[in-house]
């Protein structure tokens, strides 16, 4: 029996200019170091943090499909998503599916744990602004795992790409164009998600801003 499908917006505005956002600042961060340019680098990653902040606040008090409660799910629900992989079926899941949350969920702390140690290193001549404040030894250490953890974030990054090309080959199912319009065609028997209002999200982003701001010249100072 065919079920019909409707046009849903599932994914809002600050959650898909957060993810386009993040993939294209990790980028800048890898090619200013590829060249040398610490200032702009820092000042990527300080970028990065603000949207981290705002991400994290946002899957708390933000759209249905944004909310951590909504795609975090117990690790075997996980791998029983994973179990089906190779089923070709169509697509209902309206936001991210129980194996998906979980790589988001990776992802987001790899790039904490990057800017965390980011903050405290040191390059060169360059320091980071909380990198005498942390002492040497903790510098040192903070700048070694920054280097390892963003062969990591590569990895994750490899995966990432893979997965999406894999679900559009093996299971006929496009993950990119929801990102981008934010809509889906599922069955009209499910209900649309509730969608934030985008300037609490403007507001939030300012705020987090603000705060990133802040640290950065408190530990500068």
């Excluded at 994290?56 to 029983?80: H, K, N, Y």
């Amino acid at each position: 029996m065919n079920i019909m499908r409707l046009s849903m917006k599932v994914w809002d505005a600050p959650t898909r200019l957060f993810h386009w956002a993040l993939a294209l600042l990790v980028f800048t961060s890898w090619y200013t170091d590829e060249i040398d340019r610490t200032d702009l680098h820092f000042l990527s990653g300080y970028a990065i943090l603000t949207l981290l902040v705002f991400r994290l606040v946002w899957g708390v008090i933000g759209s249905d499909t944004a909310r951590f409660s909504q795609f975090i799910r117990s690790p075997l629900e996980g791998l029983r998503h994973l179990a089906h992989f190779g089923k070709r079926e169509p697509d209902e899941q309206i936001g991210h599916n129980a194996a998906g949350g979980w790589m988001v969920l990776m992802m987001l702390t790899l790039l904490l744990i990057q800017v965390i140690t980011g903050l405290c290193s040191h390059a060169d001549f360059e320091k980071a602004p909380f990198s005498e404040a942390v002492g040497k030894d903790l510098s040192d250490f903070a700048t070694r795992v920054h280097g390892i953890n963003f062969t990591l974030i590569e990895i994750a990054v490899a995966v990432h790409v893979l997965v999406i090309l894999a679900y559009a080959v093996i299971k006929r199912q496009d993950l990119v164009r929801p990102m981008i319009t934010g809509k889906k065609r599922l069955p009209a028997t499910l209900r649309a998600p509730r969608l934030s209002n985008p300037l609490l999200a403007l507001a939030l982003a300012v705020v987090c801003g603000l705060l990133v701001w802040g640290l950065v010249s408190l530990g500068s100072a």
